[in-house]
Every structure is written in structure tokens, then in C-alpha cells.
């Protein structure tokens, strides 16, 4: 189902900049239940089609997967089912597909695509990475072959086209391997003989017309941080992958060797470059502490919540200590990230999709379990005085109580040396 410029515009058409519209489209199987969702790119609440104006193709697909997965979220359009999302040549070329979530998202290509090298070079490799592939308002030629004998779906416009003709298309795609889908199906008749050829799914207002649904937009700013984090937290990145990354943020490389410099961390020798902090610090540390600064960029407008991460890291880091385990930092990050959701103006479940962090973390995360999540739990109940609940493995009350009142220490001392930064 294509995007479509359309220059008219219409009155109440303007979205708020603080506003996100996206428009699903349920699909249907041959028993007419919903198994997917086609997301579709709205410019307002009360627009019924794409109504692109000065946004082109690329930019509505971004918009569209952008507002889905961060800003409304999958859950919430679609509950657990697959989402088709339009793709045109332009978004298939930067790659930026190979981030999704594979498990949810199906690629629907548009017809606008141009059958080119880099187009089927890039589409073959999302296939190979494991994502579904859809093919829209598929006309069968010569060239796309090749793709269209691999693709998962392949969907037909029965629109304006008799039984016979719809019979005939029928008939010379059913060859390929993917399911067919009849879609823009706007009569009972097209529905029922689209069934009895062999159609495998439906979509069309005869069975349900899109719904928009909103979310606050998330600023530019701020999703830079969030795929900031993302870069940081990514599992085995070597040293020298991190380093490009700091390297290509001149402020944060110059907070962080300030900050490896203050009194806040009192190495044994000043350092003068990231090679260095890395001998000192170790990568999950350092890691820990780049973390930490982006935080600080998230809560540029929420100082208090800032501070209470700092307590939290802190006092997951001592618990862990305590236990005599070696994975600190990573108490030490669930502790700072525990905050991110109220800070980024996001749910706790959008910006784990966004960030790669091990199945403990996210359990901890989400649901306070494992023991990075008891480390995290304790921490939350003392700050809340639920004396109940202030408990972490076999450690005594003392051992828990100093633990708090270091982190709290730490937090005011670090806050201090990071306004001086």
C-alpha cells in the first residue's frame, strides 16, 4: 500500500511538534482473524491517508517506524502481533532496517522501488539476517524474480479489478513460494472470491479501515542520546569500537577525561586520553561512567532525577561489592539506568528494545529480578523507607544502610565535581 504525495493541504492537518501519528491497518487470515498490522505514516489525527505535502517517501518511513517502536510503541498498536512497515529504496539503502526488531517488523517494499543492484544487494541481506519481506502492489516482471521467489509475502491490489482479472493475477503469482495477500478488498464479492482461489491473507476497508493512534514525539536530541546509550551497552565492543564512538562526541570525550581527573574518582595518575582511561578504568567501567554522562544530557530539565540514578548505581555497585562479586558495573548500570524511562519520557519496555543489554539487565529492568535486580530493589525500597522490603541476599541491615549513605555521599560529592566540569 503506497505512500502517495499528495500536495493538498487540508485544514487540521498540522501536527504538534510534541505529537506522533501513526495509522494501522489490521490484516486478516483465511479465518478472518487479525494476524498482523500494516503501520501507516499520518500527518495528523484526522488525516485519512498519508498527505506526505513536503515530506517525501524515505522521511515518512522513518517517521512512521520511528513513531511505532520509540514514541507509541508495538505493544500498543499491535499488541503481539507482526508489524508490515512501508520501505522505500532510500531507507533500504542506509541499512537502517537491519536495527529492527526482526521478530516483530515484516519489510514491506513499496512498487516504487527501482529493481537495482543496491536494492536487491540490500534486500538479500535483510533476508539473510532473518527479516520477513513483503512485496507491495506486487506486478510480476522479469526483474524482480529473483526477489519475488524469495519473499514472505506478496500482496495483490484487487481494487477496481473484476473477478476474472483477479483470477488471472491469482494464477500467475500463486508459483511463488511466499503467502498472497489481497489487499484494498472493498466488497464482500472480491472477499469471497479471493478465499475460494486461495489467498492466504486480507486487507481492505470492506474488512477494516486504518485507525490513527498518538504518542508524544521524543526530540531529536533526545533519541541521539537514547542511540547513544545503545552504541555504549552493545555487547562485545572492543575497545577501539567505543573509542570511535566517544571520539565522534568531542563533548563527551572532554567530560569524561575531566571527570576521570576530579577528585570523584581519584585515579593515581592523571589521565590524558581514552587509551588511558582504559588501563585505569577497564572498559566496563568506563563504559559505566560514558553511560553516565548521557544520562546527564537526558535530564537536562530533571536534576533531582539525576541524582537519585547516581544513588541508585552507586548503591547497586556496593551491594554487589559487598557480595564479593566482580561484575559491579553492571549493578552499577542497572542502577543508573533504573531512572531512564521517567528521564526520556519513554516506558521502561520502548527503550529496552533500543538498547542492547544482556537478558539480566533487562530482567532487573523491567522486573526487579536476579540479583542485579535485588540490588536494584533493595536500593528502591530503602529510598522509600519500605523497611519491609530493604533486603539484598544474606546481607545484614548495617551492611545495606552504610551502603546508602556512601552512595548518597558519592552522588553529592560527584554532582559537585560535575558542575565544576
Sequence with gaps: MSLEPNTQARPGEIAGADRVYVARQAIYDRDLTAC???LLYRASPTATQASL?????????????????????????????????????????????LHLPRDRIVLEILETVPPTPIVFARIEELINAGFRIALDDF?????????????????????????????????????????LLAEKVETYAQLNHCRSLGFKYFQGFFLCRPDTLEGNRVPEA??????????????NRSFEELERTVR?????????????NSAAVALPHPVESLRQALVFAGIN??????????????????TELLRLSMVRARMCELLAQANRRTDDDAF???GLLSTMDALSGQTMETLLRQLPLSEAMNAAL?????????????????????????????????TISASYIEAVRWAQATEQELADI
Design 139 to 179: 506486478i510480476d516482471t522479469p526483474e524482480w524474480t529473483p526477489i519475488a521467489k524469495r519473499a514472505h509475502i506478496i500482496k495483490v491490489d484487487v481494487l477496481n479489478r473484476s473477478l476474472e482479472e483477479i483470477s488471472a493475477l491469482y494464477s500467475s503469482l500463486e508459483r511463488y513460494p511466499g503467502a
Design 366 to 398: 523491567l522486573h526487579q529480578e536476579g540479583d542485579l535486580g535485588a540490588a536494584l530493589s533493595c536500593a528502591i525500597a530503602f529510598e522509600r523507607a519500605d523497611w519491609s522490603r530493604v533486603r539484598c541476599t544474606k546481607l545484614d541491615p548495617a
Design 285 to 302: 567501567r568506563l563504559r559505566a561512567w560514558l553511560s553516565f554522562f548521557v544520562m546527564s544530557r537526558l535530564s537536562s530539565t530533571s
Design 36 to 38: 498482523a498490522y500494516e
Design 222 to 235: 533526545r533519541l541521539h542520546q537514547i542511540r547513544l546509550l545503545a552504541e555504549l551497552q552493545g555487547p
Design 332 to 334: 552499577f548500570t542497572v
Design 53 to 97: 505535502g513536503s515530506t517525501d517517501l524515505a522521511d515518512a518511513s522513518r517517521d512512521t517506524i520511528v513513531g511505532a517502536i520509540c514514541e507509541i510503541g508495538l505493544e500498543r498498536l499491535a499488541g503481539n502481533l507482526p508489524c508490515l512497515v512501508n520501505i522505500d529504496e532510500h531507507v533500504l539503502e542506509s541499512r537502517a532496517c
Design 248 to 260: 565522534a562526541d568531542p563533548g563527551l570525550s572532554l567530560k569524561l577525561l575531566r571527570f576521570l
